[in-house]
């Protein structure tokens, strides 16, 4: 098939616009997208907003085109500050893993694992998220504790005004969410390590933006009442 040139083109995978409102999302080496797709159609089977998946074969998987930019672009345009990109990012993990378990999920809930400002698409009917690469079922803090350090190692070593961002978002995103990002970190930073695309200097890294996103926690919660607010003003007189 002749594809027109790709609307975006990352390491692993290539989207093409197939007409108004298909895209195709290929694959660069042979993989399986079933499993992708079998996460986004039980996530829109329960009202969770994903595109619509309209074929996965192979390494193709064709879906509902969304219109709209990024979180990410939108928070680098100031179009959406990062008190409300991180609250949007929140919000999102706490309807996903409030659905309804997978049967053979081993009881655990959907989790997406690659939740970040640019997997959520602001479209004209709300956020949408894409890029389910790498879901799988588990217990929902783990998926916190992922996005939590990818704000963290983003902060510490992405390019000027992406790591300003990141590091803006972590510390109300570790206040909003509704678990704990910390239970599962040093988890999810072994996972982490074992990832071959990384350099010797991301995994350097992974033990310092654990910390982060255990301060960033420890800074939006107050240990008397769990409260994830800021504090009171001080008393007048
Ligand atoms: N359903 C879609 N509709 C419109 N654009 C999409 C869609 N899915 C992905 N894109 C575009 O492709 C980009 C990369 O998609 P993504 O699935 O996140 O792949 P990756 O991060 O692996 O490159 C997105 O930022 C977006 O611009
Ligand atoms: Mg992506």
Request: contains cysteine; negative net charge; charged residues 25%.
């Amino acid at each position: 098939m002749a594809l027109p040139s790709p609307l975006a083109s990352g390491r692993d995978a290539e989207v093409f616009a197939l007409d108004e409102h298909r895209v195709l999302r290929r694959y660069r080496y042979f993989c399986d997208t079933a499993p992708e797709a079998a996460a986004m159609e039980h996530a829109a089977a329960h009202g969770f907003p994903v595109p619509e998946v309209h074929r996965a074969e192979g390494s193709e998987l064709e879906m509902e085109r969304l219109y709209g930019p990024t979180m990410l672009d939108a928070s680098l345009d100031g179009q959406i500050t990062p008190e409300e990109a991180s609250r949007v990012l929140a919000e999102l993990h706490e309807r996903l893993h409030a659905l309804p378990p997978r049967p053979g999920g081993a009881g655990g809930r959907l989790l997406h694992m690659d939740l970040h400002p640019g997997n959520v698409v602001l479209t004209p009917k709300g956020p949408v998220v894409i890029d389910w690469t790498n879901a799988r079922d588990g217990d929902p803090d783990l998926d916190l504790a992922l996005t939590a350090l990818l704000l963290a190692l983003i902060g510490e070593s992405g390019p000027p005004p992406l790591a300003r961002l990141a590091a803006a978002c972590l510390e109300p995103y570790a206040g909003h969410v509704k678990g704990d990002p910390t239970r599962l970190v040093d988890e999810v930073v072994a996972l982490r390590a074992d990832d071959p695309n990384l350099t010797e200097e991301e995994v350097a890294l992974l033990p310092r933006a654990a910390d982060l996103v255990r301060r960033a926690r420890a800074a939006r919660t107050r240990p008397e009442d769990g409260s994830t607010e800021v504090d009171a003003p001080p008393a007048r007189g």
